[in-house]
Structures are given as C-alpha cells and as structure tokens.
C-alpha cells in the first residue's frame, strides 16, 4: 500500500531543489525550519577525562541520534546535515583522544533534502545498530559498509519506502521505530496521514487520517507495538490504538481553539476509503511541534508548540489537559527528551542556547498521590534542576541509551557531555 501522491501547491517545483532556502523548508515540510545556525560557532572541546566531547562540522546540523557501541561505553551519534543545495549528507560520530567526536562513517551527497529525522535501529542490550532510517521526501534505510582502508564507513542506502511513483510524494516530518518490534516504523506527514511500514515487507501495513492538519510528529508509547500517539498544526496531542482504527482518542488540545477541554474521540479512515478526520475546529490554533513519549512509563507524554518556551507534560490518563508545564526557556524551544529508562528526568533545548535538565519529581510526577492531586490546573516547574549554556541555538538532542550522555546540535557543532 503506497502513500497518496501529494498535489498540494505549496510543494516546492522540481527546478528549485538546488535553491532549497529557509523558506522553501517550510514550504517543502510544513513545519519551521531549524533557526539559523551561527557561522561563527566552535567546538568547545573535552577534558580528557571523558566529561565533555564535539565535533566541528563542515556543514549546519539538525537531525540527530545517539546509539549504544558494542565497542565503546560512550556510544556513537549519527547526525544528518541540513543545507540548501539538494546533496545533503549523514555522518557517524565516535568518541576519540583529547575530548575529540571523530568522524566513523559517512554517507555521499546522496540526500535532496535534510533529514527532518533519523534514529538507529531498536537492539536488545550488547548489541551494536545497524541499521539507521531517516526521513524528509521518503523514508530511507542505511547501513555502514567497512571501506577497506584508514578512510571512514560507508553510508550506503539500503531501503526506500514511500510513494516512489509520485512525482511529490507527501513530505515527512518525522517518524518513530518501535522498540518492541523493530520491524515497525511509524511516519508523519504533512498530507495529515500517519503510515505504519513493515519493514520485513517493505509495504505500508496501516495509514490513517490522524489530523486536521499537518503531522508533525508521532511515537510509540513504551512497551506497546500498537499504541501510538501524534501532534500536529491543528495544535492537538492523539492517541491511536492499531486493534481499534475506527476511533482516535484526543488527549490534548491548544487552548483557544474555540472547543471544550473534555476528551473526546474522532473517526479515522484509511484515505483509500474516503471520509475523513474530525470536522475542523473553529478558532486560533498553536501547532504542536515535537513529541516525546516516555521510555518507563507509558502514560507520560512531552510536548511544545510552536514558538513557545513551555514545555507541557501530558498524562494520558488525565486527558483534556497539561499535568504539569515547565517554563524556564528564555525562547522557543525545539528538542525534548526523556532520559532512558526514567519517568522523571527530561532534557530540552531552545533558542535561547540552553539545555535543561528537568527532574518532574518536583512536582510527583510519577506517584499515584501526583497524578491525583493534579486536578484542574497544570503545576509548574520554573527551575530545571541542571542547565547547560551552549554556543548557539539548541536545534536537536538526543540521549545515549543507558542515560549516561546527551548529545546536542547546535549550528555546525555537536556535543556530547556526561551528566
């Protein structure tokens, strides 16, 4: 089942690949491009006790994720490029000498667009990734082959999934690989489908309507193959359930839409069968940018909207309302993320080149006595328990899997520090 080909007029003309601006970004994927990165930025570089790590890269950086190495306790982060010609590439970071991220691999200028994301493959613990999918016109699959000599890995394509016979298939904004069983990726577009692929066949196995408007993120909630949720410009947070497709459940919605707080449930329907989503709602909305679900807990959810310095945490259990708000940005902020393992640590960075470390037990999320005593109103974390001041602007984070690093984009530098 191949994705709906894509005719909206706002998709950039063939000719203008090679002139890919910050406009035409939002034009191309739907969503704000990541702020411009400083031109003037450096690497900081480590002490040689291992705490701090970076790399100077000869491009602008935006997508980003940090990997468990079978050979190293420090891990590995694969970081994707984000340029306006159409040859934007992939690159694999390992840690070396003196504080240095050294570069292990690499892909060639193989990329029209950058990556609006990429993560390597779920593995059980011990085991190395192989494999590393990324998505912006099609999802893409990658792999390293050893080049023989001292010169890095190659990053060879390995699979391309999505409407390939569409002269503009709909863009991707993002995606999510499921943990439990890695042959499952979920993906959002800009055409306001979700698509679940199964990579054993290489086929769409799902596709639904999950919004009003455009998608611009979705995850798979921890320890389930079917449950997922997704944010969009319609500024709402929806959970959906695969064994159950005919109803989605809205959990959260941007205040000031005009409609009640009250959870409620929408039709969804396969676009090959007609139909559609819930009626539009009336009034102003706030897209809802990035979500993050917990990894130990699977009623937390983490989500920001576009242009606000708030980060909001959402119990599915309350739903029709934020549990708890954090506000300690002094601008937008444009990555979260939970500790592995945690349901009460999280990291996010913004523009105002800060990365906070929040700890939501301040607030008891997390214990029964918590989530009851948040009734009407969102408690409110003003302080983070660590904060990190960078060079520029926090475009992306991502942390390694046994929560012992993060890993930050921020211009054409990535870091990686030990907390």
Not at 78 to 85: E, I, K, L, N, Q
Not at 96 to 124: H, Q, R
Not at 222 to 231: E, K, Q, R
Request: hydrophobic fraction near 35%.
């Amino acid at each position: 089942m191949a994705q709906q080909g894509y005719s909206r007029a706002s998709y950039i003309p063939q000719s203008h690949r090679n002139s890919f601006s910050a406009a035409s970004y939002s034009k191309q994927f739907g969503v704000p491009p990541p702020h411009a990165p400083p031109q003037h930025a450096t690497g900081s570089g480590g002490a040689s006790s291992g705490r701090r790590y970076s790399a100077r890269l000869p491009w602008p950086c935006y997508a980003l994720d940090y990997a468990m190495s079978a050979g190293g306790a420090r891990g590995k982060i694969a970081v994707g490029s984000f340029t306006d010609d159409a040859g934007n590439r992939l690159q694999v970071l390992g840690h070396g000498l003196d504080g240095e991220l050294i570069k292990e691999a690499e892909s060639g200028p193989v990329l029209p667009y950058p990556p609006t994301k990429l993560l390597w493959e779920p593995t059980p613990e011990g085991r190395e990734p192989a494999l590393l999918a990324t998505t912006a016109e099609y999802l893409r699959l990658f792999s390293a082959e050893t080049s023989g000599s001292d010169k890095p890995d190659v990053l060879r394509q390995q699979a391309l999934l999505g409407n390939t016979k569409a002269d503009f298939p709909a863009p991707l904004t993002s995606f999510d690989w499921n943990r439990m069983d890695p042959s499952l990726i979920v993906t959002a577009s800009v055409d306001t489908t979700c698509t679940v692929w199964d990579l054993n066949t290489g086929q769409a196995k799902t596709q639904l309507i999950a919004h009003d408007k455009e998608v611009f993120d979705v995850a798979f909630t921890c320890n389930a193959t079917d449950i997922f949720a997704s944010v969009g410009a319609d500024g709402s947070v929806r959970l959906f359930d695969l064994r159950a497709l005919e109803h989605s459940t809205i959990l959260y919605e941007c205040p000031g839409t005009g409609t009640s707080p009250t959870p409620a449930t929408t039709h969804v329907t396969h676009p090959a069968t007609g139909g559609g989503s819930s009626p539009s709602q009336e009034g102003k909305m706030s897209p809802l940018l990035r979500l993050a679900a917990c990894s130990h807990d699977a009623n937390l959810l983490a989500s920001f909207h576009a242009d606000s310095s708030v980060v909001l945490i959402l119990d599915i259990r309350q739903p029709g309302q934020a549990l708890l708000t954090l506000d300690a940005h002094g601008g937008p902020v444009n990555a979260i993320g939970w500790q592995p393992g945690s349901r009460h640590l999280l990291a996010t960075g913004g523009d105002d080149k800060q990365v906070l470390i929040w700890d939501l037990n301040k607030a008891g999320v997390g214990s029964a006595a918590g989530v009851a005593a948040a009734s009407t109103t969102a408690s409110r974390i003003k302080e983070p328990s660590l904060a990190w001041h960078g060079e520029g602007e926090v475009n992306s984070l991502s942390w390694l899997g046994d929560g012992s690093r993060l890993a930050v984009c921020q211009g054409r530098t990535v870091q990686s520090v030990k907390l």
